[in-house]
């Protein structure tokens, strides 16, 4: 049996088993689930939940919602399980075990209000493949890629519905296209930097199902100031998310 840690984040709102070893999650994560914005009592899906930190912050964040995690590792999808049922939040999320590509065959069309992932940020025959598989299905397009995650979305979201994702910053102009190509207008923007001196590394994308063309650029993020510790941007974000936590949520 794989080794698990047991990590306390945003000041104990969640707690996380994860493989000592296997895919864990990082930053992207947490960038993801506060640029997120969900409307009373929708319904969400996060495809491709990994562990199910995005899910189970997200629940947190907004108690009104109800959520479906789809995962394609089997180990994965039994250690979201855990998760949620750790955090008692097992009557708000259902983690599903599946493939996106054939999300027809899983879930009804235009059953959700909002789709969320975070999908693998490099293609397949781009550099070194981990030998790990969690980590090598979590970082390289093996299972899912960006527009088989947006076709999915499509088939997913009612009218209207919408989309929120955290890409590499390079392949930007590949992520509108794909956006485009799905019926799926990008509305709001927000470029993250590592620091002052990088290239952006992230871009923040929310698109909105059969949305009119106007999108919103939002001030850029900062992850590391100067020292090379967390910016006033990012203890912002830990502080506003862990300022959810509430006894009752689950």
Not at 4 to 30: A, H
Not at 85 to 106: M, P, T, W, Y
Not at 162 to 175: G, N
Not at 181 to 191: A, H, S, T, Y
Request: hydrophobic content about 40%; proline content about 4%; charged content about 30%.
């Amino acid at each position: 049996m794989d080794e698990e840690t047991l990590d306390e984040i945003l000041n104990g709102l969640v707690r996380v088993y994860q493989k000592k070893k296997g895919y864990r999650f990082s930053i992207d994560s947490i960038l993801l689930a506060h640029f997120v914005s969900l409307k009373k009592r929708s319904r969400f899906m996060d495809i491709g939940c990994g562990s199910g930190v995005i899910l189970m912050i997200l629940a947190k964040r907004f108690p009104d919602t109800t959520c479906v995690g789809l995962e394609v590792q089997e180990s994965l999808a039994k250690l979201a399980r855990k998760n949620v049922e750790f955090n008692d939040l097992g009557n708000r999320i259902q983690i599903v075990r599946g493939d996106a590509r054939h999300i027809k065959n899983i879930f009804q069309e235009r059953s959700f209000d909002s789709v969320i992932f975070n999908p693998p940020y490099r293609k397949f025959n781009s550099g070194r493949v981990n030998p790990l598989p969690e980590k090598a299905i979590a970082r390289h397009e093996i299972t899912g890629s960006l527009d088989c995650f947006l076709k999915a979305s499509r088939y997913l979201l009612k009218p209207g519905g919408t989309v929120f994702t955290i890409f590499p910053a390079m392949r930007l102009v590949e992520l509108i296209h794909l956006f485009r190509k799905n019926g799926i207008e990008p509305k709001r923007m927000k470029l993250v930097f590592s620091d002052l001196i990088s290239e952006a590394e992230f871009c923040l994308v929310e698109g909105r199902m059969g949305g009119r063309e106007q999108l919103k650029i939002l001030p850029s993020l900062l992850i590391y100031n100067d020292r090379r510790r967390y910016s006033d941007d990012m203890m912002n974000i830990f502080s506003e998310l862990s300022g959810f936590r509430s006894d009752g949520d689950g």
